[in-house]
T-cell receptor, first 112, second 114 residues
Framework: EDKVVQSPLSLVVHEGDTVTLNCSYEVTNFRSLLWYKQEKKAPTFLFMLTSSGIEKKSGRLSSILDKKELFSILNITATQTGDSAVYLCAVGSGTSYGKLTFGQGTILTVHP | DGGITQSPKYLFRKEGQNVTLSCEQNLNHDAMYWYRQDPGQGLRLIYYSQIVNDFQKGDIAEGYSVSREKKESFPLTVTSAQKNPTAFYLC?????????????FGEGSRLTVL
């Protein structure tokens, strides 16, 4: 059975801090790892990672995948209150492209 | 604007009643999905469909049913056989190849069984 585990489950920081969110996985036939941000209801896409060691970056957010150690990290630098959300990690495997296995999510709270 | 519309946003039902959640997309996506979200458990896949008139069970299909008669629509029925139906339900869609890796999600439907 495919498994995705995120840590920490919750995190409270102050504006300006840097945070690192972790995602480890055990899946057969790995295809991709994805990060989503869920602020209220609909998760929104952040990154898709398929190759080890290649950092993906978007503004203050960046992510990298290690396929040997089976984990990914999501970094957020200079956090802002608008970064407060649930961050979801998901892994795609097998031949069905949208059939993702999600982790429990990390609840990030950024205080002013 | 293109997107996914779920309705109703909030729904209450009594035990023993079936309820159908609507999901419509105008993104011209082939694939559609239903996920269930419970606190502390992330999203779990209920059913998915990669093409009209075809669908497959996900990890927690028991007590649910779906249909895919049109490309734009993928309704989910929560039957009375579902033991613990109170949850937040998310519908999503993607291109079949999902080259960008992106699932597009609706705003969700929150079902409460009284």
């Amino acid at each position: 059975e495919d498994k995705v585990v995120q840590s920490p489950l919750s995190l409270v920081v102050h504006e300006g801090d840097t945070v690192t969110l972790n995602c480890s996985y055990e899946v057969t036939n790995f295809r991709s790892l994805l990060w989503y941000k869920q602020e209220k209801k609909a998760p929104t896409f952040l990154f898709m990672l398929t190759s080890s060691g290649i950092e993906k970056k978007s503004g203050r957010l960046s992510s990298i995948l290690d396929k040997k150690e089976l984990f990914s990290i999501l970094n957020i630098t200079a956090t802002q209150t608008g970064d407060s959300a649930v961050y979801l990690c998901a892994v795609g495997s097998g031949t069905s492209y949208g059939k993702l296995t999600f982790g429990q999510g990390t609840i990030l709270t950024v205080h002013p | 604007d293109g997107g996914i519309t779920q309705s109703p946003k909030y729904l209450f039902r009594k035990e023993g009643q079936n309820v159908t959640l609507s999901c419509e997309q105008n993104l011209n996506h082939d694939a559609m999905y239903w996920y269930r979200q419970d606190p502390g458990q992330g999203l779990r896949l209920i059913y998915y469909s990669q093409i009209v008139n075809d669908f497959q069970k996900g990890d927690i299909a028991e007590g649910y049913s779906v249909s895919r008669e049109k490309k734009e629509s993928f309704p989910l029925t929560v039957t009375s056989a579902q033991k613990n139906p109170t949850a937040f339900y998310l519908c999503a869609s993607s291109t079949r190849q999902m080259n960008t890796g992106e699932l597009f999600f609706g705003e969700g439907s929150r079902l409460t069984v009284l």
